[in-house]
C-alpha cells in the first residue's frame, strides 16, 4: 500500500459542528468551540496522521453575511480554504431544517474540481424522520461523493467519514505528508491560549459581547515550573469593558479561572494567568487593528 495525504475543508454555516467534529477527529482540542455562530475567526488546521495517510483539516468560519471588516476576513477564509482544498466536506446541521439558499451553495460546490462529501451532523439527537427530509434534498445533487450521517460527540461514522476521504485522496509511492507526524495543529500555543480565553467568554457573557472581543497575549513566560501568561482582553465599547470586568471584578476573576484550568490542561503545567480589559472603538472594521490581533492573511 502507497500513502495518502491532503487538504481537508470542513465547511458550512454557523453551528453546524465543524470545530466540534475536528476536535473529534484528531483527538486533541484543536478549535474552541460555543453554541454561539462565528465562534470561528481563523482557518485552524487539525492534522491527523496514521502510518500511511495524514488528514489536515481545515476548520473554517461559518459561513455568513458579512457585516464588518472582521466577517469580510472570515469569509476569505473559507473562499481560501475551499480553493486550496484536495476535498470539501460540508456540514449540515440535522437538527434544523435545509433551507435553498444551502442546497444552491452545495450545488455550487460540486462545481468545482474538489470531491465534496457532504456530514450531517448531530444524528445522535435526532431521529430517522428528521434526517430523512435532508437526505431526500440532498438526493438531487448529483455531484456528491458521499453523504454521511455522524455523530462527533458519540464518535459515530467517523470511520466512515475518514473511509471516505481515503479512497478519494491520490495514491503516492512515497511517503508524501505534509507535516511532521508528531504535530496535530498548525498554530502555536500563544493562539491557543488566547482562544482559551475567547471561548470562555462566548459562554460566560450575552450575544453581543464576545463577539467584539480580541484577544491578544502581551507576555507568555515558560519555565521548568511555571508558565506565567498576560493577556489583553479588547472591547468596543466602555460600557461593555465593565461589563467584562464586573461588580468588584467578580466576572473578570470568573473568566481568568476557568481560562486558566484549560491553559494548564493544554501546557501540563502550572499557569499564573494575569486579564487586563481595554477599550478600542470599531476595531472590528479597522484593518490596522485585525492585523495587530492576528487577522491577517498569514495567520
Known amino acids: 500500500m502507497g500513502y495518502k495525504s491532503g487538504y481537508i475543508s470542513l465547511v458550512g454555516k454557523a453551528n453546524a459542528g465543524k470545530s466540534t467534529l475536528i476536535n473529534a477527529l484528531i483527538g486533541e482540542k484543536v478549535a474552541i468551540v460555543s453554541?454561539?455562530?462565528?465562534?470561528?475567526?481563523?482557518?485552524?488546521?487539525?492534522?491527523?496522521?496514521?502510518?500511511?495517510?495524514?488528514?489536515?483539516f481545515v476548520d473554517t468560519p461559518g459561513i455568513h453575511i458579512s457585516k464588518n471588516a472582521l466577517d469580510k476576513y472570515m469569509m476569505k477564509n473559507v473562499r481560501s480554504a475551499i480553493g486550496g482544498s484536495d476535498i470539501i466536506v460540508y456540514l449540515i446541521d440535522g437538527s434544523k431544517k435545509l433551507l435553498d439558499d444551502e442546497i444552491k451553495y452545495i450545488e455550487n460546490l460540486t462545481e468545482k474540481e474538489n470531491p465534496v462529501i457532504v456530514a450531517i451532523t448531530k444524528v445522535d439527537v435526532l431521529n430517522y424522520e428528521k434526517?430523512?427530509?435532508?437526505?431526500?434534498?440532498?438526493?438531487?445533487?448529483?455531484?456528491?461523493?458521499?453523504?454521511?450521517?455522524?455523530?462527533?460527540?458519540?464518535?459515530?461514522?467517523?470511520?466512515?467519514?475518514?473511509?471516505?476521504?481515503?479512497?478519494l485522496l491520490p495514491e503516492?509511492?512515497?511517503?508524501?505528508?505534509?507535516?511532521?507526524?508528531?504535530?496535530?495543529?498548525?498554530?502555536?500555543?500563544?493562539?491557543l491560549v488566547a482562544e482559551i480565553v475567547r471561548e470562555k467568554a462566548l459562554y460566560l457573557y450575552d450575544e453581543e459581547i464576545p463577539h467584539g472581543l480580541a484577544i491578544e497575549v502581551v507576555n507568555f513566560e515558560q519555565t521548568d515550573s511555571i508558565v506565567k501568561i498576560d493577556i489583553d482582553i479588547i472591547c468596543e465599547r466602555d460600557s461593555h469593558k465593565s461589563i467584562l470586568i464586573g461588580k468588584r471584578g467578580f466576572k473578570l476573576k470568573e473568566l481568568g479561572e476557568l481560562s486558566r484550568k484549560d491553559m494548564e490542561e493544554l501546557l501540563q503545567q502550572k499557569v499564573m494567568l494575569k486579564l487586563f480589559v481595554k477599550t478600542k472603538k470599531n476595531w472590528r472594521n479597522?484593518?490596522?487593528?485585525?492585523n495587530d490581533f492576528g487577522y491577517n492573511e498569514d495567520q
Open 35 to 56: 453554541p454561539k455562530p462565528q465562534t470561528t475567526r481563523n482557518n485552524i488546521l487539525g492534522i491527523l496522521t496514521k502510518p500511511n495517510y495524514q488528514f489536515v
Open 131 to 167: 434526517v430523512y427530509p435532508i437526505l431526500a434534498s440532498l438526493s438531487g445533487i448529483k455531484g456528491i461523493k458521499e453523504i454521511i450521517p455522524l455523530s462527533s460527540l458519540k464518535k459515530r461514522n467517523l470511520d466512515v467519514l475518514e473511509e471516505c476521504i481515503l479512497k
Open 286 to 290: 479597522s484593518l490596522n487593528e485585525l
Open 172 to 191: 503516492s509511492e512515497t511517503k508524501n505528508f505534509i507535516y511532521p507526524e508528531d504535530e496535530y495543529t498548525n498554530k502555536s500555543v500563544k493562539f
